[in-house]
C-alpha cells in the first residue's frame, strides 16, 4: 500500500500508462485537498474509525480540464474509502478495462475482506493537481496529482502484522476520458516528485 517507482497504493500494484500523445500545454486550474485514512473495518471503533463516502463534486459535471481534474481528485478519495469498506462499486463503475492499477486495487480489496485482513494508515493527501487539454486525436485528459501518502500496516484476521510500507511522496498520471456525462480512468502511471510534466503521460 506504498507508492513507489511501480505503483503501490495497493500493495505493490503495477503501473500502467495512457499510450497518449506529446507535450500537452497545462491549464491555470489547481486545487489542493486530501482524503481519509483507510482503516478497512466491518465495524467502526475508536480505533476504527468509519469513513465517509466520498462525495462526487460539482465540478465533474464539466467536460473539460477542471472536470478531469475533479474526477481524478475524486478518485483519489474513493481509494481509502473502498479498503476501509470494500464498497467497490463506485471505483469499479469509473474504472476501464485497460487499467491495471484499478483492476489491482479491486482484486487486492477482494481478497483482503475474503480473508479478513486490515491495513490501517496509508492515508493519501493531495498536494497539487494539474489537468492538460486534450490533445487533437486523443479523447483522454491527462491530470498530474502530487500526492503524499501515510505509513501503512497490513494485519491479517488473527491481527498479526503482515507487512508495513512507509509510504512516501509521488506524482501520480491520470489518463481520464469522459463518455456520455460519465469520467473514467484508462491509466495511471506513477514517476518521482519533479517529473518533467511537459513530458508524454
Given at each position: 500500500?506504498?507508492?513507489?517507482?511501480?505503483?503501490?497504493?495497493?500493495?505493490?500494484?503495477?503501473?500502467?500508462t495512457?499510450?497518449?500523445?506529446?507535450?500537452?500545454?497545462p491549464?491555470?486550474?489547481?486545487?489542493?485537498?486530501?482524503?481519509?485514512?483507510?482503516?478497512?473495518?466491518?465495524?467502526?471503533?475508536?480505533?476504527?474509525?468509519?469513513?465517509?463516502?466520498p462525495?462526487?463534486?460539482?465540478?465533474?459535471?464539466?467536460?473539460?480540464?477542471?472536470?478531469?481534474?475533479?474526477?481524478?481528485?475524486?478518485?483519489?478519495?474513493?481509494?481509502?474509502?473502498?479498503?476501509?469498506?470494500?464498497?467497490?462499486?463506485e471505483?469499479?463503475?469509473?474504472?476501464?478495462?485497460?487499467c491495471?492499477?484499478?483492476?489491482?486495487?479491486?482484486?487486492?480489496v477482494?481478497?483482503?475482506?475474503?480473508?479478513?485482513?486490515?491495513?490501517?494508515?496509508?492515508?493519501?493527501?493531495?498536494?497539487?493537481?494539474?489537468?492538460?487539454?486534450?490533445?487533437?486525436?486523443?479523447?483522454?485528459?491527462?491530470?498530474?496529482?502530487?500526492?503524499?501518502?501515510?505509513?501503512?500496516?497490513?494485519?491479517?484476521?488473527?491481527?498479526?502484522?503482515?507487512?508495513?510500507?512507509?509510504?512516501?511522496?509521488?506524482?501520480?498520471?491520470?489518463?481520464?476520458?469522459?463518455?456520455?456525462?460519465?469520467?473514467?480512468?484508462?491509466?495511471?502511471?506513477?514517476?518521482?516528485?519533479?517529473?518533467?510534466?511537459n513530458?508524454?503521460?
Amino acid at each position: 500500500m506504498v507508492l513507489g517507482a511501480v505503483l503501490g497504493l495497493a500493495g505493490g500494484l503495477a503501473a500502467c500508462t495512457s499510450g497518449g500523445g506529446a507535450e500537452p500545454e497545462p491549464s491555470t486550474s489547481s486545487g489542493v485537498t486530501s482524503a481519509p485514512t483507510a482503516v478497512p473495518s466491518d465495524e467502526p471503533t475508536s480505533e476504527r474509525p468509519e469513513v465517509p463516502k466520498p462525495v462526487p463534486p460539482e465540478t465533474m459535471a464539466r467536460d473539460d480540464v477542471a472536470g478531469a481534474e475533479a474526477a481524478a481528485q475524486y478518485f483519489l478519495e474513493l481509494y481509502p474509502y473502498v479498503y476501509a469498506t470494500g464498497d467497490l462499486s463506485e471505483w469499479k463503475a469509473m474504472s476501464e478495462p485497460e487499467c491495471v492499477f484499478c483492476q489491482s486495487v479491486i482484486d487486492e480489496v477482494t481478497e483482503q475482506r475474503r480473508l479478513g485482513g486490515t491495513t490501517t494508515g496509508g492515508g493519501v493527501e493531495l498536494e497539487s493537481i494539474q489537468g492538460f487539454d486534450r490533445l487533437e486525436g486523443n479523447d483522454y485528459f491527462r491530470v498530474d496529482a502530487l500526492v503524499n501518502q501515510a505509513e501503512s500496516t497490513h494485519k491479517d484476521k488473527d491481527g498479526s502484522v503482515t507487512k508495513s510500507e512507509p509510504g512516501g511522496e509521488n506524482l501520480l498520471i491520470f489518463a481520464i476520458g469522459r463518455a456520455d456525462g460519465d469520467w473514467s480512468v484508462r491509466a495511471v502511471q506513477v514517476e518521482e516528485p519533479g517529473f518533467n510534466v511537459n513530458q508524454d503521460a
